[in-house]
């Protein structure tokens, strides 16, 4: 089956602009994760969706940056006032949520560039 | 707080020679789970092998296997045979068993030379 998409696949925009970066988990999935990876760098977590419950968005580095995830399905990370430190892939996974620590599938990322 | 730590920024290996790479991490769970993801140039995160904490058996998919080492906090990933198709950054990973975010570790290089 389909895995997960992300749009778009790279993204260049001016410092102070708002973007917003789209996920299309796997069908059936109920978890859903938001990761940014720096140049270089492993994945540094950002929020999290599960089912209907409170999402957790203790990794979100400021206010400038908030989730929303319409129907259970579809998630878009938006982005405000960017800065250059933004720039980065942000990668979206999902996963089943039955019991303990499902897998975690990811998607191709979009690489954001903030000039 | 968990933290994974890769101690090898790059490795290289020739091809069909098997290589290991480290990982070690630190948690005050009993239960957990831990990854090993690959990364190609392309982005795409895929996961090459899944260990559970509660398993004393080490974890094998095909050519990857794993050292778990729970007492020392140890998950090394050995490839065997490798392959060019090998080359990639590898990432370690931390699950809680409350099935949330991912910890990772900052990843290894891996070099596949023919």
């Known amino acids: 089956g389909a895995g997960v998409s992300q749009s778009p696949s790279n993204k260049v925009t001016e410092k102070g602009k708002d973007v917003e970066l789209r996920c299309d988990p796997i069908?059936?999935?109920?978890?859903l994760y938001w990761y940014r990876q720096s140049l270089g760098q492993g994945l540094e977590f950002l929020i999290y969706?599960?089912?209907?419950?409170?999402?957790?968005k203790s990794g979100l580095p400021s206010d400038r940056f908030s989730a929303e995830r319409t129907g259970g399905s579809v998630s878009t990370l938006t982005i405000q006032r960017t800065q250059q430190e933004d720039s980065a892939v942000y990668l979206c996974?999902?996963?089943?949520?039955?019991?303990?620590?499902?897998?975690?599938?990811f998607g191709p990322g979009t690489r954001l560039l903030v000039l | 707080a968990q933290t994974v730590t890769q101690s090898q920024p790059e490795m290289s290996v020739q091809e069909a020679e098997t290589v290991t790479l480290s990982c070690t991490y630190d948690?005050?769970?009993?239960?957990?789970?831990l990854f090993w993801y690959k990364q190609p140039p392309s982005r795409q995160m895929i996961l090459v092998i899944r260990?559970?904490?509660?398993?004393?058996q080490n974890a094998t998919e095909n050519r990857f296997s794993v050292n778990f080492q729970k007492a020392a906090k140890s998950f090394s990933l050995k490839i065997s045979d490798s392959q060019l198709g090998d080359a990639a950054m590898y990432f370690c990973?931390?699950?809680?068993?409350?099935?949330?975010?991912?910890?990772f570790g900052a990843g290894t290089i891996l070099r596949v030379k023919s």
């Open positions: 948690t005050s769970e009993s239960d957990y789970y």
């Open positions: 969706f599960q089912g209907n419950s409170a999402p957790d």
């Open positions: 069908s059936g999935h109920t978890a």
């Open positions: 260990q559970e904490a509660y398993k004393q």
């Open positions: 996974a999902s996963s089943l949520w039955l019991a303990g620590q499902e897998t975690q599938y």
């Open positions: 990973a931390y699950g809680s068993e409350y099935g949330n975010k991912l910890v």
